[in-house]
Nanobody
Framework: QVQLVESGGGLVQAGGSLRLSCEAS????????MAWFRQAPGKEREFVAA???????TYYADSVKGRFTISRDNFKTVYLQMNNLKSEDTAVYSC??????????????????WGQGTQVTVSS
């Protein structure tokens, strides 16, 4: 069982930066691939970024590639550094855990545990 708690969301101007954190419980954190998803009002939840269990492999949505960076400390926290934010990045961001030791996956259904989410609002 894994519990996930996100933090770091807020209001930022376009072009600014935010760093999201997701703190996980459980002693087997390193064998979970982790990901960030987001959901904007009226839209479906979409994949943002994922990282493998030991952090060696990452994968990004095209819309955030080059601006966002996912990382983890392999103790209990995964991060999402978001730079050059745009108004279209406005959404509720949720982290998710996948009990999977292979390359990170991008499908929502692959993820077993989810956090409550944190709001990111980018003003233009």
């Amino acid at each position: 069982q894994v519990q996930l708690v996100e933090s770091g969301g807020g209001l930022v101007q376009a072009g600014g930066s935010l760093r999201l954190s997701c703190e996980a419980s459980g002693r087997t954190f390193s064998i979970y691939a982790m990901a960030w998803f987001r959901q904007a009002p009226g839209k479906e939840r979409e994949f943002v970024a994922a990282i493998s269990g030991r952090g060696g492999r990452t994968y990004y949505a095209d819309s955030v590639k080059g601006r966002f960076t996912i990382s983890r400390d392999n103790f209990k926290t995964v991060y999402l550094q978001m730079n050059n934010l745009k108004s279209e990045d406005t959404a509720v961001y949720s982290c998710a855990a996948d009990y999977w030791n292979g390359p990170p996956r991008i499908g929502r259904d692959a993820y077993d545990y989810w956090g409550q989410g944190t709001q990111v609002t980018v003003s233009s």
